[in-house]
């Protein structure tokens, strides 16, 4: 248990820096000094590493090094098209069953993600997004769609932290609020059409990015 619970420290650690921009793409990453950093062994720190080539956000050339890989707007819409397929499943399955207590939690998240993009904090504005959509997410019960979410969002992430850095806006807070009043209305289809809506403008994100 004390192994796995380093492994996802070291992992959630060095996620986070990737994504943040703290390490660079292209940067290369050594365990040893990650693992001194972090106040951890070399083993979890390698660990840690393998699940985050499998996931696309390091690349390893065995004997030869390990770095962070560059955003490519390729995999971004990739990653993009399959979140977003995943949000409008756990929607149509969450929709029918959200409490009012539920639909509260999304609003008072969508408050502090309004207020986030207003004052230019990132990493306000993208974990108020995170708690809003994980509403959804843990009420529709699907694991297998909470994983691939968890998985591929990283990758989305790094371009959308790119993006707001410059100036530009995360996803409005005005579709979260339709979004909002669809599910606190029950209405599963207008809540599924919205989810798409806010993922086909992060798709036009990742186009501009090519650009």
Not at 26 to 36: H, K, P, Q, T, W
Not at 169 to 175: D, H, Q, T, V
Request: charged residues 30%; proline residues 3%; hydrophobic residues 45%.
């Amino acid at each position: 248990m004390r192994r796995t619970l380093l492994r996802d420290r070291a992992y959630e650690a060095i996620r986070d820096a990737i994504v943040a921009g703290d390490i660079a793409p292209g940067a290369v990453v050594r365990d040893a000094e990650l693992a001194e950093l972090l106040g951890l062994s070399r083993a979890p720190v390698r660990e840690a590493f393998s699940r985050l080539v499998d996931e696309g956000l390091l690349e390893s050339k065995p004997q030869s090094y390990t770095r962070v890989t560059p955003v490519v707007a390729a995999d971004v819409r990739d990653a993009a098209a399959v979140v977003g397929a995943m949000h409008e499943l756990v929607t149509r399955a969450a929709v029918p069953r959200l409490l009012v207590d539920h639909v509260g939690a999304m609003r008072d998240a969508n408050v502090r993600f309004a207020a986030a993009v207003r004052d230019g904090d990132v990493d306000a504005a993208l974990r108020a997004d995170d708690e809003l959509h994980d509403v959804l997410v843990r009420v529709s019960g699907n694991r297998a769609a909470a994983a691939t979410i968890a998985r591929y969002t990283p990758l989305i992430r790094r371009l959308e932290r790119r993006r707001f850095g410059e100036g530009g806006n995360c996803r409005s807070a005005g579709l979260h609020e339709r979004l909002i009043e669809a599910c606190a209305g029950g209405e599963v289809d207008e809540a599924v059409r919205v989810t798409e809506e806010i993922w086909r403008g992060l798709e036009e994100l990742v186009d501009e990015a090519a650009h």
